[in-house]
């Protein structure tokens, strides 16, 4: 599946950003569907995901409570709402897709990423 990320800028720390991911090529209801971060000089490393139907979601702990997932399989479209940034926050996210039951792992597809940088 071909993936592509949209929705990055510069906001100043408590502010908002959605991030937006359009799916194409294969069906979008079959994968799992994620958002993963790396911030300069560190790994990437997972932030949130969302099953197949949308019914069930997966957040880091030092996102919980300020990201929110979700998906519309019939727009083949993941999002993603990011409230309170923090300068932490600052990284290029990528939206992934995996065929796997795992849902922070097992990711083969990848978008290109886009930038989110939260300013003090």
């Known amino acids: 599946v071909q993936l592509q990320a949209s929705g990055g800028g510069l906001v100043q720390a408590g502010g908002s950003l959605r991030l937006s991911c359009a799916a194409s090529g294969r069906t979008f209801s079959n994968y799992i569907m994620g958002w993963f971060r790396q911030a300069p000089g560190k790994e990437r490393e997972f932030v949130s995901a969302?099953?197949?139907?949308?019914?069930?979601?997966s957040y880091a702990d030092s996102v919980k409570g300020r990201f929110t997932i979700s998906r519309d399989n019939t727009k083949n479209t993941v999002d993603l709402e990011m409230n309170n940034l923090k300068p932490d926050d600052t990284a290029i996210y990528y939206c992934a897709a995996s065929l796997s039951r795992n849902m922070r792992s097992g990711y083969a597809d990848w978008g290109q990423g886009t930038l989110v940088t939260v300013s003090s």
């Open positions: 969302i099953t197949r139907s949308g019914g069930i979601t």
